[in-house]
Structures are given as structure tokens and as C-alpha cells.
């Protein structure tokens, strides 16, 4: 291969991820601005809502739960070594609204959710029913996509809540009931060292932007897949792999932002 057929590739490669970067973005703000609207029908993202969030519900509190669990096991033989045993639960709490709880229910979503959405939407595209729409003068970003960003931007959060409470309560389980650690010394460390703004509001900000991530991308992948069976399948897995390290990216720079200032 000359010199001039490597540069010829590399700048179709640069032009066509700049033109996919385009498209996304020009995306993101339509949806972004059609957000007011969907309020506006709020029956579709509240369905949007149930199907999204309600359905993940049962992986998010059983994976909560046993994530707590193990907090519980590592975080006393750990704390044990310095005879702060008592500290459980202001380490499990921690560990859940600042860093797990976010972190962990975007992956879980992602699997889920996420999936689900883009093989939704490429199915309809595959069956041609967005371009149907179009033919009627329908919108499908405003009907089909605006009420699913919508709904996964309000899902995401109230369960990461739901993963952060169940995961305190496993830990709880396993430190108080298991192991033995004093139940008032467990409440109060934590209701003494976690801060509602810092610690809390930190943790809400992330499933913020991660619910708004996931559920982009998902949204994404399924609006531009190739209208096939073989399209539809690579645009679900490009879900879960872009998805996940866009969140465990993002996780990092959040963190460094709020925790820096």
C-alpha cells in the first residue's frame, strides 16, 4: 500500500467519524430541545418510564443487595485491622451514593434498558415504520425518541436511588445481623459522615448524566442502525460496549470535577 493510499483512508476514517459526530450531536440537540414537548404528553414517557424502569427494577435491587452484602464482608475485615469496625456504615454508604450506586446501575442499565431500547428502535426501522411515520408528516424523533430520552433521563436516577437504599441494607444485614458490629454505632457514623449535598447530590448528578448517556447512545445505535437483522444485532452490542465505557469515562471525570473544587 503507497503512502497516498494510507493517507486516502485515514482521511475517509477522520471524515466519516467527524460526520458521525455531527449527526450525534445534531441528535442530542433535538431531543434536548424536544424535551418541553414530551412533558407535554406525558402519558408516552410515563409509559416509557414503567418500561424502562420497572423492568429493571428486580435485577437493580437484587444486584443492590448483594453489592451491599460484600461491602459489608470486605469493608469490616478492613476496618477491623484498625479498630474502626464501627465505621461500617458510613464506609458502605459511601461507597454506594458516591461511586457504586451510579456506577453500577448505568452498567446494569446499559445491559437492560439500553439493549432494549435500540432493538426497539431498530426493529422499527427495519420494519419501516419510521419512515411510515414520516410519510404522514409525523415527526419519529419528536413521537418516537423524545418520550424514551425522556423516560430513561427520569428512570436511571430513582433507580440507582432504589440500588444505593437496597445495598445499605445488605450491608446493614451483614454487619449488624451477621457479624455483629453495633447497630447504633452503624446508623449513627452514617448519619453523621454522609452530607446530603456533597456526598447524595454528587451521587444524583452522576446518575444524571449517566441515565442522559446511556440512554443517548441506546437511542442512537437503534435511530442509525442498518435497517437488517444483522444491523439491528451489532447496533445492540455497540450499545452495551460504547454505553459502558462512555459511563466508567465519564465516572472518572466527574469524580475528579466534584471532588476537586
Same mark, same amino acid.
Given at each position: 500500500?503507497?503512502?497516498? &493510499?494510507? %493517507?486516502?483512508?485515514?482521511?475517509?476514517?477522520?471524515?466519516? =467519524?467527524?460526520?458521525? *459526530?455531527? $449527526?450525534?450531536?445534531?441528535? %442530542? =440537540?433535538?431531543?434536548? #430541545?424536544?424535551?418541553?414537548?414530551?412533558?407535554?404528553?406525558f402519558r408516552l414517557v410515563?409509559?416509557? *418510564?414503567?418500561? #424502562?424502569?420497572?423492568?429493571? +427494577?428486580a435485577i *437493580?435491587?437484587?444486584?443492590? +443487595?448483594?453489592? =451491599?452484602?460484600?461491602?459489608? %464482608?470486605?469493608?469490616?475485615?478492613?476496618l477491623q485491622r484498625y479498630g474502626s469496625? $464501627?465505621?461500617?456504615? #458510613?464506609?458502605?454508604?459511601?461507597?454506594?451514593?458516591? $461511586?457504586?450506586?451510579?456506577?453500577?446501575?448505568?452498567? #446494569?442499565?446499559?445491559g437492560r434498558a439500553g439493549t432494549a431500547l435500540t432493538a426497539e428502535i431498530g426493529l422499527m426501522k427495519s420494519g419501516e415504520q419510521l419512515a411510515a411515520m414520516e410519510m404522514m408528516a409525523v415527526d419519529p424523533v419528536q413521537r418516537v425518541l423524545a418520550p424514551r430520552f425522556l423516560g430513561g433521563l427520569i428512570a436511571m436516577p430513582l433507580l440507582a436511588a432504589v440500588f444505593s437504599a437496597v445495598g445499605i441494607v445488605g450491608g446493614w444485614a451483614v454487619g449488624v445481623l451477621l457479624i455483629g458490629v453495633d447497630?447504633?454505632?452503624f446508623w449513627s457514623?452514617?448519619?453523621?459522615?454522609? &452530607?446530603?449535598?456533597? &456526598?447524595?447530590?454528587?451521587g444524583v448528578i452522576k446518575s444524571v448524566v449517566f441515565g442522559l448517556t446511556v440512554t443517548f447512545v441506546a437511542l442512537l445505535q437503534g435511530?442509525?442502525?442498518?435497517?437488517?437483522? $444483522?444491523?439491528?444485532?451489532?447496533?445492540?452490542?455497540?450499545?452495551v460496549v460504547v454505553s459502558s465505557l462512555a459511563v466508567l469515562g465519564l465516572d472518572f471525570v466527574l469524580t475528579a470535577l466534584m471532588f476537586s473544587i
Open positions: 500500500m503507497s503512502g497516498v &493510499d494510507l %493517507l486516502a483512508r485515514l482521511g475517509t476514517a477522520v471524515r466519516a =467519524g467527524l460526520s458521525d *459526530i455531527g $449527526e450525534a450531536t445534531r441528535l %442530542l =440537540g433535538r431531543l434536548l #430541545l424536544l424535551m418541553p414537548a414530551a412533558l407535554g404528553r410515563s409509559d416509557q *418510564i414503567f418500561f #424502562l424502569g420497572n423492568y429493571s +427494577l *437493580i435491587s437484587v444486584s443492590g +443487595l448483594f453489592v =451491599g452484602f460484600v461491602l459489608g %464482608l470486605q469493608g469490616y475485615y478492613t469496625s $464501627e465505621a461500617l456504615g #458510613l464506609l458502605v454508604a459511601l461507597s454506594l451514593v458516591r $461511586e457504586l450506586g451510579p456506577v453500577v446501575t448505568a452498567l #446494569l442499565f446499559a447497630a447504633g454505632a457514623q452514617m448519619q453523621g459522615g454522609v &452530607d446530603v449535598f456533597r &456526598d447524595v447530590g454528587n435511530y442509525g442502525c442498518q435497517p437488517t437483522p $444483522e444491523g439491528v444485532a451489532r447496533a445492540t452490542t455497540r450499545t
